[in-house]
């Protein structure tokens, strides 16, 4: 089984920055895009950002200049550097994986998912 395990949320003030990982494991797994969604309460889940097997990048209109993904291939872990940070920012952020190495259409399409962590955002 492939497990994804989400580390580096905690509590930050307006304007501060986290760096979030996602680090895999379990069986081999040759697939190393991954994306990151995050969901605030009473509120539906949204895309974040996502990086192919190939270096393809992709950002949500709300947090592009703000936040970066990348990738350590010999750790087989995906970061994302979230810097000047806002309240409208504090959500759970899940990463997940798809079964093909390109970014999916749509997140039905990812397969495997982190339990998710908190990251919360003052005033």
């Known amino acids: 089984q492939v497990q994804l395990v989400e580390s580096g949320g905690g509590l930050v003030q307006a304007g501060g920055s986290l760096r979030l990982s996602c680090a895999t494991s379990g069986r081999t797994f040759r697939i190393y895009t991954r994306g990151w969604f995050r969901q605030a309460p009473g509120k539906e889940r949204e895309f974040v950002s996502a990086i192919s097997d190939s270096g393809t990048t992709a950002y949500a209109d709300s947090v592009k200049g703000r936040f970066t993904i990348s990738r350590d291939n010999a750790k087989n872990t995906v970061y994302l550097q979230m810097n000047n940070l806002k309240p409208e920012d504090t959500a759970v952020y899940y990463c997940?994986?798809?079964?093909?190495?390109?970014?999916?259409?749509?997140?039905?399409?990812?397969?495997?998912w982190g339990q998710g962590t908190q990251v919360t955002v003052s005033p």
């Open positions: 997940a994986s798809p079964i093909i190495p390109r970014i999916p259409t749509n997140e039905y399409q990812y397969a495997y």
